[in-house]
């Protein structure tokens, strides 16, 4: 059953993304002080470096990071790095993965005998085609909705750090799909498929997030995305939308977009397309010949319940009464 199911699933992402996500290798590497390890290194694929245990210097493109234990970092194809062990012994952990346009792709790429047989070889040992390397992982986060494309400022950087929760998912997915390329269990093409979807999505959020934080961080860049969506608030309440489609419009989690617009507006994003409908619906209370049922719809509510409810709660009196109201007045 699962072989049967595999090619449909595959087919169903390919149509959708254009591109299917693969795992070319993982390698456990235990390196000391005196390994003889490249002056640089680069590859065909993007490389997920996990640190398990020890202290290692990193220079991607110049830049000289420290890493130690528990830190992951994701490396784009063909950007130069060079690693150097700063303590007794440093356990490695590195995936390499990409993505193809179909399987033929994978099923083509042989191990490299020259690279296999070198202990303290960096890189995978299995050839990948150059082309793949122009597969940006963006392309196929475009696919998840989550707001990191290929014009994003992340897409332009040689390397992303993992942080926040997502890193403990990584590394165990990251892992149990190098376990299962080992093994030889049930169903075993049909999991590795899964984890490596699941292992994408992991990734996705935590980039998302990282992305979140550097709008946090630079002047002005959150405050502009919230202008954006209150002007798209402003044009649209009366369509009935939500705060997770004035999020969704800008790219940004309902959480962060939430506390961002708060911040902002000094206002919650709920409560202000909340008065922007009551507002409107005390304008065309004013007209005697419109409906209370109808003005519910007009101003964006899903149903004159939940008109009532809103409008009590913000005017302290039913519609009616706020309409009677009105009529006293003009008397």
Known sequence: MFSKLLPEIEQD???ASGIIPV???GIEHTYDTSASLPETSYHNSHELLYLRDGKVELTING???TLEKGKVVIIRPLVKHKLVIKSRKADIFNLYFGFVHDDRELKSMKKDPASSLQSNVAGPTMQIPGLLAQISLENFLQFADLGVTEDSEMARQPFFVV??????EICYFAETIVAEMAGMGAAKEFLIHTLTMSLMIYLARAMHKEWEESLRVKNGKAKELV?????????????GITVTDASSYVFLSQGYFTRAFKDEMGISPMNYLMQKRIDKACELL??????????????GFSSPQRFNVAFRKLKGMTPLEYRKNLEKQEG
């Open 13 to 15: 992402i390919i149509s």
């Open 286 to 299: 004013a007209d005697n010949q419109i409906k209370v049922s109808s003005i519910a719809v007009q101003s």
């Open 227 to 239: 202008q954006i969506a209150r002007d798209y608030m402003d044009e649209n309440f009366e369509s």
């Open 163 to 168: 942080t926040g929760t997502e890193k403990k």
């Open 23 to 25: 795992v070319y290798e």
């Open 63 to 65: 830049e000289v990071m």
